[in-house]
């Protein structure tokens, strides 16, 4: 199993979140919500309780149902009592466990206890796709999928749109779907899907005048921005251009070096980013952690820590190897067929994988590779199953089902969602911080809502009862069941899009008020 020094110490529960903890035995979450809907309502954007209810629709409005009784685990019949107090709300108004009432819960869907909204434009940070810039429709708007808000992301036409099929490029040199905001020349249009990388060439933007989230930008005017005559996906502002530490110039083949960063395209792990640091080198022991020596450049490469060939900067599992992802069509045709950035390899749960929920942005002080060094699980002892055995880490053969709940393998094994991405440790011991006092910033902390995007990371998709399925696959997606078993009524019938754990008696509807 995998384990990292600081994983263990994922225990950053709040005050909010102490009041919400649900002790041994009791049934609080029993009525772990109502939807049971796998639909785009309930993914990321979702600023309101799930479209329909998932309740066996032969129960009665007291509760009563002929179905499932497995729920009720006290044997009474009694509703279960809320998980936050005498004075927090009832669990039937309370779908997502975060003890904020759903009529003032401004994310009703997702737990988030402190409410943060950094913009002020009502979507919750939780669900923000651009969450430093007030709008109408930056909560929902995000046209490549990528999990970045239009408005805030420099790459935000479809992968596809960039690609010119006359041109032909290897598959490691075509655009992807990379949610990074990198933008080395500052001209609005991000590196992985810039024409031209170091030379600014949309409209007046570029190094003097940074392109900010936000600011208008004729994205989408072939003649104004990005200017490619002859469509072969380099722009003529570089072409055939070379600076003086490149591999060779600016171009998509084999031996040239599209990126200026003195790596050709085939050697380098990710072509069209550069690297970040130049370091000098004639074999791997002299460049650090898991960067390989291009000994022909005599340089290091990008980090890749799966070892698979593909940098985890624009590695769409950097944790597990899949190195297919670059292969003429295979990141359309296998590797990532919903277009959400994350690989075959790294969804969770059957089915993820033709269901896009990418990853979501946060702002914090450290991240390593893109991704936030923090964990979005509240610690062994604090969740529980729908029949109020506690989560743990590690729960004993002989435990499992009858003491403890075991997180699946699969929950454990996704960076961030409950041990830290890797790198996260040394990277956090190096600021003096730990998985506890490493907060996620303020405009406050950095001198404005603009200067928050220095600090953007991505955080893992939402499994938010850490059974191991994305909540965009899950039937219930706040009650722990690894199996996703759909419910079946008194009758036999089965609910295919309705889980058994959050309906009949698991229902919301006995949690009374």
Request: aromatic share 4%; net charge negative.
């Amino acid at each position: 199993m995998m384990r990292r020094t600081l994983g263990v110490m994922a225990l950053s529960l709040g005050l909010v979140e102490l009041a919400c903890m649900v002790p041994p035995g009791d049934v609080g979450e029993l009525s772990a919500g109502t939807d049971g809907s796998t639909g785009d309502d309930g993914g990321i954007g979702s600023t309101g309780p799930g479209a329909e209810s998932t309740a066996d629709p032969t129960m009665d409005s007291s509760g009563d149902s002929s179905g499932d009784s497995s729920g009720d685990s006290s044997g009474d019949g009694s509703p279960p009592e809320s998980a936050c107090g005498p004075d927090g709300p009832s669990c039937d108004l309370d779908e997502d466990r975060d003890c904020v009432a759903i009529t003032e819960d401004n994310a009703p869907d997702f737990y988030n206890p402190d409410q943060s909204d950094l913009d002020g434009d009502g979507f919750a940070d939780v669900v923000d796709l651009c969450p430093s810039l007030a709008g109408n429709n930056d909560g929902i708007a995000d046209s490549d999928d990528d999990g970045i808000g239009n408005d805030c992301d420099p790459c935000r036409r479809p992968a596809s749109q960039y690609n010119k099929d006359d041109a032909n490029p290897m598959g490691y040199m075509r655009v992807r779907n990379i949610p990074s905001i990198a933008d080395a020349d500052g001209d609005g249009i991000g590196d992985v899907c810039d024409n031209c990388v170091h030379v600014a060439n949309c409209e007046g933007y570029g190094p003097g005048a940074p392109w900010q989230p936000g600011d208008p930008i004729a994205y989408d005017d072939t003649v104004l921005c990005q200017l490619d005559a002859d469509d072969d996906m380099i722009g003529d502002a570089c072409v055939g251009q070379q600076s003086a530490d490149a591999a060779g110039p600016v171009g998509l083949g084999p031996d040239d070096d599209f990126d200026q960063d003195g790596l050709t395209n085939v050697t380098d792990a990710c072509p069209r980013q550069p690297v970040p640091d130049t370091i000098p080198c004639s074999n791997d022991a002299e460049c650090p952690g898991d960067r390989a020596c291009e000994v022909f450049a005599g340089l290091c490469d990008h980090i890749d820590r799966d070892g698979d060939g593909v940098g985890d900067a624009c590695d769409s599992c950097p944790s597990v190897a899949n190195p297919m992802q670059v292969a003429d069509g295979a990141m359309q045709e296998g590797d990532d067929i919903d277009g959400d950035f994350i690989g075959n390899a790294c969804e969770l749960g059957v089915g993820c994988d033709v269901r896009s929920s990418p990853r979501r942005t946060a702002f914090y002080p450290v991240s390593v590779q893109g991704q936030c060094c923090t964990v979005t699980y509240r610690g062994d002892g604090t969740m529980f199953d729908p029949d109020g055995l506690p989560l743990a880490l590690e729960c004993p053969p002989g435990d499992e089902g009858v003491a403890c709940r075991q997180i699946p393998l699969a929950a454990q094994a996704t960076p961030g969602l409950v041990y830290l991405p890797a790198g996260c440790d040394e990277a956090l011991a190096e600021a003096g911080l730990t998985v506890q006092t490493h907060q996620p910033l303020t405009p406050a902390d950095v001198g404005g809502l603009e200067q928050l995007w220095a600090y953007t990371c991505q955080m893992p998709p939402f499994d938010q009862d850490f059974d191991g399925l994305d909540d965009r696959c899950d039937l219930c997606r706040h009650a722990f069941d690894p199996n996703n078993e759909p419910y079946t009524d008194a009758n036999g019938q089965v609910w295919p899009d309705s889980g058994r754990y959050c309906s009949g008696l698991y229902s919301i509807s006995l949690c009374g008020s």
